[in-house]
Each structure stands twice: as structure tokens, then as C-alpha cells.
């Protein structure tokens, strides 16, 4: 009897060993690179036996690196972490993510999370106007942007480049009182709309641009450092993005890859995601320092299925009104 028990306390303790991931687990992200070096160690350091490595760079450039490896059927990372739910749902209808449905996501919101568990919202990205303190106008409306005050001295990334912008174009010209009149309108503005929200800031705080369309973390975080910035929550409400997490039906260690989802879904996760600036998708976490009460953020009507059917209808307007 005794060496009956003997033997099932040692399986017991190789089943144990055998369920804790280990591995490589390679991450595809949009984060920026001193964020996911943050996430990256956090999740080491909760699981010590996973190393880590990653490939950092826009959405749309990570998917055209994606879709080049799937075109060559040798997709590399075993988790994404990037900008928007369109370009998940795009993965979606091309069976390309690895459902998860038992991740433990009782906490959140609904309509977050996919339903089946292909994808996983970690925080809310929200995009709004961003000026500079020297501005003679503090915008408090997407309209304010149309005033003589703001001509030639607005700024927005390109929804060719940033993810986050194609949602907020989604989003703006979905709305019914803006709309693409509204982008036509940024047109007429002589709007500068190129590349990403890095871009957009160093415009806007260096003083070559007054406005600009902007996430809230980039912008906060930097005037709380003491940048001649502010931001503001339009009167319309925010577009925003939720940094969605995924697994592929590729990846070489899906365990270590469903690991990384818990861990960005668990409060720990979640904290980590604020002390880095940003609001937190969980809400039993507290927003971050120079964030308004998240009852008074409103967050604008938007449907990434919608919004993945008319991409390219969008997109190329875009290019006909602002260049590629």
C-alpha cells in the first residue's frame, strides 16, 4: 500500500510538471517596444520555465509580415497581441486563430471578447484629439477641427499604416453627425495623414502641428511627464481599440500561448496594463493616473464585422482624399 501511495504522489507530481508550460513562445505585437519588454518580463517572471521572444512593429506591419509567412506556410509567432478586433475578425473567416473558450473571462464586459473565444480584448485604447498647450484653441468637439483657427495645423495617423486609426475612421464616419463629410472636411483642413500615433505626437508636441487624432495613453503619459500637450475626450465620445490577444491554430506551443492569454486576462495582468498608463479592460482594476472616471468616457458605436466588409471601400476614399 505504501508504495502504491508513493507511486501516485510521484505521478501526481509529473502531471504537475507536465502541465506547467514551458518552452520558447514566440509573440507577434503592435505594443510599443518598452511595453512588450514590460508584458514579456512580467510573464517570465509568473512563468519561468517560458522564454519569450518577440517581433515589434505596427499592425498592418506585423500582418504583412503575417501574411507573407502563411503565404509561404511558415507562419512563425504562436500569439498575437495587436491594435484592433477587425484585423482579428479577418483571421476569424480565414480560420487562421485557435479558439480558447475556457479562458476565464467572467470579470469583463460584454461584447469584449469574441463569443468563441478566438480573441481577447486586454485593455480599451481610446483615440481622441490631442493639442498643443500653445494652441489658441482648446478643441472640445471632432467639429472644432473645421474652424478657420485649425487650418494647415492638424495632424492624424493613416489607416494605411495604424491599425487604431482605420478603427477610428470606422468609427467616425459611421457616426451619423460626422460622418465622411467630416473627413472631407480634415481634407479641405490641408490635414497632414500619414504614418502612426508616434508620428502624430512628435507633430503636435514639437509645434510643427496645433491638432491631432491621437490614443489617450500617448498623450497622457506625456503631459503628465510635462509635455505641452493635453487631450481631450470629445463631446461626441472616443473610438477606441482593445489590444486584442490571439493564438494560432499554428502555433508550435499553444500551452505557453494560452498561458500568456490568462496571464494578460488576470487582475495581475490587467494592473500591469494601467501602471504602463493604460485603461484596463477588467473593471475591478483602477484606471491609471490622469484618466477621467471611466463613467465619464463614452465610447462611440462600432461593429468590427462592419467595419472588416468595408475596409477597402474606406480605405481607398481615404487615399483619394489625403494620398497614400
Same mark, same amino acid.
Given at each position: 500500500?505504501?508504495? %502504491?501511495?508513493?507511486?501516485?504522489?510521484?505521478?501526481?507530481?509529473?502531471?504537475?510538471?507536465?502541465?506547467?508550460?514551458?518552452?520558447?513562445? =514566440?509573440?507577434?505585437?503592435?505594443?510599443?517596444?518598452?511595453?512588450? !519588454?514590460?508584458?514579456?518580463?512580467?510573464?517570465?517572471?509568473?512563468?519561468?520555465?517560458?522564454?519569450?521572444?518577440?517581433?515589434? &512593429?505596427?499592425?498592418?506591419?506585423?500582418?504583412?509580415? %503575417?501574411?507573407?509567412?502563411?503565404?509561404?506556410?511558415?507562419?512563425?509567432?504562436?500569439?498575437?497581441?495587436?491594435?484592433?478586433?477587425?484585423?482579428?475578425?479577418?483571421?476569424?473567416?480565414?480560420?487562421?486563430?485557435?479558439?480558447?473558450?475556457?479562458?476565464?473571462?467572467?470579470?469583463?464586459?460584454?461584447?469584449?471578447?469574441?463569443?468563441?473565444?478566438?480573441?481577447?480584448?486586454?485593455?480599451?485604447?481610446?483615440?481622441?484629439?490631442?493639442?498643443?498647450?500653445?494652441?489658441? =484653441?482648446?478643441?472640445?468637439?471632432?467639429?472644432?477641427?473645421?474652424?478657420?483657427? $485649425?487650418?494647415?495645423?492638424?495632424?492624424?495617423?493613416?489607416?494605411?499604416?495604424?491599425?487604431?486609426?482605420?478603427?477610428?475612421?470606422?468609427?467616425?464616419?459611421?457616426?451619423?453627425?460626422?460622418?465622411?463629410?467630416?473627413?472631407?472636411?480634415?481634407?479641405?483642413?490641408?490635414?497632414?495623414?500619414?504614418?502612426?500615433?508616434?508620428?502624430?505626437?512628435?507633430?503636435?508636441?514639437?509645434?510643427?502641428?496645433?491638432?491631432?487624432?491621437?490614443?489617450?495613453?500617448?498623450?497622457?503619459?506625456?503631459?503628465?511627464?510635462?509635455?505641452?500637450?493635453?487631450?481631450?475626450?470629445?463631446?461626441?465620445?472616443?473610438?477606441?481599440?482593445?489590444?486584442?490577444?490571439?493564438?494560432?491554430?499554428?502555433?508550435?506551443?499553444?500551452? $505557453?500561448?494560452?498561458?500568456?492569454?490568462?496571464?494578460?486576462?488576470?487582475?495581475?495582468?490587467?494592473? %500591469? $496594463?494601467?501602471? !504602463?498608463?493604460?485603461?484596463?479592460?477588467?473593471?475591478?482594476?483602477?484606471?491609471?493616473?490622469?484618466?477621467?472616471?471611466?463613467?465619464?468616457?463614452?465610447?462611440? !458605436?462600432?461593429?468590427?464585422?462592419?467595419?472588416?466588409?468595408? &475596409? !477597402?471601400?474606406?480605405?481607398?476614399?481615404?487615399?483619394?482624399?489625403?494620398?497614400?
Amino acid at each position: 500500500m505504501r508504495l %502504491l501511495i508513493i507511486a501516485a504522489a510521484a505521478t501526481l507530481v509529473a502531471g504537475s510538471a507536465a502541465a506547467e508550460p514551458s518552452g520558447k513562445l =514566440m509573440l507577434y505585437t503592435s505594443q510599443p517596444n518598452a511595453d512588450a !519588454q514590460a508584458t514579456i518580463d512580467a510573464f517570465e517572471a509568473a512563468y519561468p520555465n517560458v522564454e519569450v521572444a518577440f517581433f515589434r &512593429d505596427g499592425t498592418t506591419k506585423v500582418m504583412a509580415k %503575417l501574411e507573407s509567412e502563411f503565404a509561404a506556410d511558415s507562419p512563425q509567432p504562436d500569439v498575437l497581441l495587436i491594435a484592433d478586433t477587425v484585423t482579428m475578425e479577418g483571421l476569424v473567416a480565414e480560420d487562421r486563430l485557435l479558439a480558447y473558450p475556457e479562458a476565464d473571462t467572467a470579470a469583463y464586459e460584454a461584447g469584449l471578447m469574441d463569443p468563441e473565444g478566438h480573441y481577447f480584448s486586454t485593455k480599451l485604447i481610446t483615440t481622441g484629439i490631442v493639442y498643443n498647450t500653445e494652441a489658441g =484653441m482648446a478643441p472640445t468637439s471632432y467639429k472644432d477641427l473645421l474652424k478657420p483657427e $485649425a487650418k494647415d495645423k492638424i495632424a492624424i495617423p493613416s489607416p494605411l499604416t495604424s491599425g487604431a486609426a482605420t478603427i477610428t475612421m470606422a468609427t467616425l464616419t459611421g457616426d451619423p453627425n460626422l460622418g465622411w463629410d467630416f473627413y472631407e472636411g480634415l481634407a479641405d483642413q490641408g490635414t497632414l495623414a500619414q504614418g502612426g500615433n508616434g508620428g502624430v505626437y512628435k507633430a503636435v508636441a514639437g509645434g510643427e502641428k496645433l491638432y491631432g487624432f491621437l490614443v489617450d495613453y500617448l498623450a497622457i503619459r506625456s503631459r503628465e511627464e510635462g509635455a505641452p500637450v493635453d487631450f481631450v475626450f470629445p463631446v461626441e465620445g472616443v473610438s477606441y481599440v482593445t489590444e486584442p490577444v490571439a493564438i494560432l491554430k499554428t502555433a508550435a506551443n499553444p500551452e $505557453a500561448a494560452k498561458a500568456f492569454v490568462d496571464f494578460l486576462l488576470s487582475e495581475d495582468g490587467q494592473a %500591469l $496594463a494601467a501602471r !504602463q498608463g493604460y485603461l484596463p479592460a477588467h473593471p475591478d482594476v483602477a484606471a491609471p493616473d490622469g484618466f477621467p472616471p471611466r463613467s465619464e468616457i463614452k465610447l462611440m !458605436q462600432f461593429d468590427p464585422k462592419k467595419a472588416l466588409a468595408d &475596409d !477597402q471601400e474606406m480605405k481607398l476614399q481615404f487615399t483619394e482624399l489625403f494620398g497614400g
